[in-house]
């Protein structure tokens, strides 16, 4: 085995992050400034002359290449009037899925007070969802439909949370109460994001807090590659309801992401109590004797 094979991704989670991963994370800390020093004047000057701006999502793909990824699309997206429906893996989706195709995002709501993501964020109109305000569901809806028709494109993560890259939740469909019935010429067209080597280590899963697993990811050495595998879009009024449109998407979800890590999906190993998921029980030991 080469040392380029033994060689760690990055640190483990909770482990302390040494002097030179604090220096990387300085460092790219220092470009996302520079990037936003020209990217939000040039923003709020565009936003003056004409009705949408398309610098939060070129700031968005130079953020992602800052953080470490490689972003590499295969397959079209559809550009206008679509509803994408992704897995979902890191912070790291939203930069690259925007920087890729412009789109608005919901997300849950620690996303919002995590320090410039969460701001960055607000300025791609992510409509933030908290799971325990059940009363909120339909303004929720509300400004999803209002991202839809100002973004012209909205990404929705069925998972309701993060996971390893390696697994898929059971879909949530609250969010997709917006395609009942689906607005006029409004496809959805599934997405798969596949982190190859690192999936497992750059998810951020457990107890890992939201600005940890960020300075964690920053501190890594070098790049890493993240394929955004854009599916075949359908009609939702050919899978008339949520469920069936949320059913539809994981059929097509599963299969290619399996194809893309080369194996069958895992049963996800921790219990997420956020969006009500018991871990499955380890097999029984065989007894001796």
């Known amino acids: ?27 790219r800390a220092f470009a996302l400034v520079l990037a936003l020093m020209v990217c939000v004047p040039l923003h709020y000057v565009w936003r003056t002359l004409h009705y949408g701006s398309p610098i939060p999502m070129l700031f968005l793909r130079t953020a992602a290449r800052i953080a470490g990824a490689r972003v590499r699309t295969h397959g079209t997206h559809l550009r206008r009037d679509v509803f994408f429906i992704s897995n979902h893996v890191s912070w790291v989706d939203i930069l690259a899925l925007a920087g890729a195709s412009g789109t608005a995002f919901v997300a849950k709501a620690e996303l919002e007070r995590a320090p410039v993501v969460g701001w960055l964020s607000k300025l791609n109109r992510t409509v933030f969802v908290s ?15 209002e991202a839809l028709a100002d973004n012209w494109s909205v990404t929705v993560f069925p998972e309701g949370t993060t996971t390893d890259g390696q697994s898929l939740l059971p879909f949530k469909t609250a969010m997709l109460r917006v395609l009942e019935p689906p607005p006029p010429g409004v496809l959805v067209q599934p997405v798969v994001l596949d982190y190859g080597p ?30 955004v595998h854009y599916l075949e879009p359908f009609h939702p009024r050919d899978h008339p309801g949520r ?31 956020q969006v009500r998921f018991a871990a499955p029980a380890a097999p029984a030991e065989p007894s001796e004797g």
Not at 131 to 143: F, L, S, T, W
Not at 214 to 221: E, I, P, Q, Y
Not at 245 to 267: N, S
């Open 243 to 273: 469920k069936a449109i949320a059913a539809q998407a994981r059929a097509q979800i599963v299969p290619a992401l399996e194809a893309a890590l080369g194996k069958p999906l895992r049963p996800f190993a921790l219990d997420v109590p």
């Open 1 to 27: 085995m080469t040392a380029k094979a033994d060689r760690p991704i990055g640190p483990p989670r909770g482990a302390p992050i040494d002097l030179a991963g604090k220096l990387r994370i300085g460092l």
């Open 131 to 145: 799971r325990e305000d059940r009363m909120g569901v339909a303004d929720q809806i509300n400004r999803l439909k």
């Open 198 to 227: 690192v999936a497992e280590w750059i998810g951020w899963i457990g107890d890992e807090s939201g600005i940890a697993n960020a300075l964690r990811v920053l501190s890594r050495k070098g790049s890493f590659r993240l394929d």
